[in-house]
């Protein structure tokens, strides 16, 4: 067993939006056709169903347990949303033709919504803008439009091919966005293996670490299956999920062979293989 946390079921009944969320955003580890989502599609096509679709271990979810798990599912399926728009156009972001790519705040969140809503069966927009679900997608739908609006001098200068705008920048920046919004009611990141991390700003934090290599790691680890329990976190009593992300072929150009050369981005290559633990959606939530 993982030491200290107690375990929170991957259980719940759809009933609401809100509920149908515990479960339908968790099959969104496997949906979305570019780069990222294919990452999760392949973990889908050999997974067992997803974790909210599993019968309980032990225990019993309590309403905030359910309601925490749909939270986190729908922070998930939004974060990968966003990610898939800025996979979609990275040809046209690269493009050193172009000036003005078109992807300003608005419609880059117009995208993720539209994805978001075909992944999950519940548009942003269903969700009562007053109940916590509702303000948290807010503050990070809200982050996206910030992220984006931010970067569009780097985004639509002419003459300039790769501009380092990529789906996993992109993700930190709106998590961290994300997370100064959300201040005392919730945290977003994407870390990963030690041993992988490129950004500082992705290292484990401890839960996190022993996560990864006490359960995601393990070879007897269901794929895709996420990992939740109720913990502490700077002495505050909260929810944290962690979600295990793979790498897919695409993914290899920059984590995959040969380990140590430079990438595009001038990060030494990782040696990675497709189907390995690539990284992990970390997110909190206070009690
Ligand atoms: C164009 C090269 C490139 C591709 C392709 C790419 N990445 Fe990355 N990845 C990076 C860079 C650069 C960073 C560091 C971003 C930052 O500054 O936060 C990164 C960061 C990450 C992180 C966050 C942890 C860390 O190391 O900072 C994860 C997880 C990750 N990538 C997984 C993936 C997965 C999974 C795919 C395929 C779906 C993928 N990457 C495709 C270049 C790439």
């Known amino acids: 067993m993982f030491p200290g946390p107690r375990m929170v079921l991957h259980r719940s009944l759809p009933q609401s939006p809100l509920m149908a969320l515990a479960v339908s955003a968790l099959a969104v580890i496997a949906c979305c056709g570019d780069a990222w989502g294919q990452a999760g599609a392949q973990v889908g096509a050999q997974a067992a169903p997803p974790p909210a679709l599993q019968p309980a271990i032990s225990g019993v979810l309590d309403a905030q347990g359910a309601e925490d798990q749909a939270i986190a599912n729908s922070l998930a399926a939004m974060l990968r949303a966003g990610r898939t728009v800025i996979s979609n156009n990275q040809g046209k972001i690269n493009d050193p033709t172009l000036g003005d790519k078109g992807l300003d705040g608005k419609s880059v969140l117009a995208d993720a919504i539209a994805i978001y809503t075909k992944a999950t069966g519940i ?13 948290l997608q807010r503050a990070q739908m ?10 569009q001098g780097v ?3 002419q003459g300039s091919g790769f501009k380092g705008f990529i789906p996993a920048v992109f993700g930190r920046l709106v998590n961290e966005a994300f997370s100064r919004r959300a201040a005392g009611e ?3 990141k994407v870390t990963a293996p030690v041993d992988l991390v490129r950004n500082r700003r992705a290292l484990p934090d401890k839960w996190e670490a022993e996560v990864i290599n006490a359960k995601f790691l393990k070879a007897d680890w269901p794929k895709g299956q996420a990992f939740s329990a109720t913990s502490d976190l700077r002495g505050h009593p909260v929810f944290r999920i962690a979600v ?7 993914c290899l150009t920059c984590h995959g062979q040969t380990k140590g050369t430079l990438d595009i981005t001038g990060y030494p290559r990782e040696g990675g293989a497709e189907g390995d633990l690539g990284g992990v959606i970390s997110i909190v939530l206070a009690h």
């Open 123 to 135: 548009a942003p927009s269903q969700i009562d803008p007053t109940s916590r679900m509702g303000r």
């Open 142 to 151: 809200d982050a996206i439009v910030e992220v984006m609006d931010a970067n």
């Open 155 to 157: 985004l639509n200068a």
């Open 186 to 188: 919730a945290e977003m």
């Open 244 to 250: 295990p992300e793979y790498y897919a072929a695409s």
